[in-house]
């Protein structure tokens, strides 16, 4: 469910973890800017790049309140992804959807099952109500049909056995709702950041390294197995397992999504999350660009403030969002 919104010195820096703490924070600012410590995936997106987006504000059920923005997401990141070259299924719901029944999970999966065989990215962008804060690895995306019965929600397995079923090579998806790191594999992400996230407890550099060969390991493991695997998708999400996702009124977009989009943006002849400065805005870029943002900002609910953070799994597959070195 989405929500609306209204360093002291120590003797630690002199020992051996600092320096490795030291080491792993720029390991992983190098790769969280996109630079290309490892061989890039972006040349291979030259191919047939597909997505389905997915903005659902009204619900069947009236016992479901509305969401305002959603669709404005999905209409932004469509225009966005169509302008890079991508083709674009976009089903959303507006209004009447009791009658016209666009964003139901029938038509959802039906979009899934239509995927053209021959293209080589997918991607998945979905902004709208998501359940979960129950266990870290379960999540739920809630169409516009839901009606309280299990068999009417889209589980995170559910899904990944949507996604198994597209035979495209590279996979990503993107989900703007509440408790999203719940499709979010844990020991598999590299922000290395709570789901119920606090001001509090980020994680420490030190244990972001620990973690750093592990991802090298499923990242291999994710180029070997192929594109079916599970491990092999890229996935994004607003918010942490037990946390919500916010839309606000002053910006008219999801919080996330908004700057998302405004990564894509241009300044001074640039992308503005296109940290490499290689005319390609990759996953990874974007992401970071948007965590960062998210991070210096207060999210204020009934005047207090709320945290969440975005996270991002796959292991350290990395694929182009936008690619304008032709241009």
Known sequence: ?????????????RSPAWWAALLGAAILALLLAGCELFPSNASALSEKKYAIVIGINDY?????NDL?????DANSISTMLASAGWTVKLITAQSNESINKYATKSKLKAAFDNVPQDAQTFLFYYSGHGDGGYL?????????????????????????????GISANNKVVILDSCFSGGFVQAPDSLDAVPGNYTKG?????????????ELLSRNWEARVSGPND???????????????????????????????????S????????DADGDNVLTCLEA????????????????????DFFPHISGGLRDFALIDKRGN
């Open 1 to 13: 469910m989405k929500v609306t919104g209204s360093l002291r010195a120590s003797s630690w820096l």
């Open 60 to 64: 069947i059920d009236p016992g479901i």
């Open 68 to 72: 305002n923005y959603c669709v404005a």
């Open 136 to 164: 870290p690895e379960e999540a739920y995306i809630i169409p516009s049909d839901y009606n309280g019965n299990f068999n009417t929600i889209i589980s995170s397995e559910e899904l990944s056995g949507w996604l198994a």
């Open 201 to 213: 407890n980020k994680s420490s550099p030190l244990e972001m390294f620990l973690r750093f060969g």
């Open 230 to 264: 599970p491990s092999a998708l890229l996935v994004i999400s607003a918010a942490g397992w037990d946390e919500y996702s916010y839309e606000k009124t002053d910006i008219g977009h999801g919080l996330f999504t908004y700057y998302l989009l405004d990564a894509a």
């Open 266 to 273: 241009s300044e001074n002849g640039k992308m503005k999350g």
């Open 287 to 306: 992401y970071n660009y948007a965590s960062q943002k998210i991070d210096r900002s207060s999210v204020w609910n009934n005047g207090s403030s709320t």
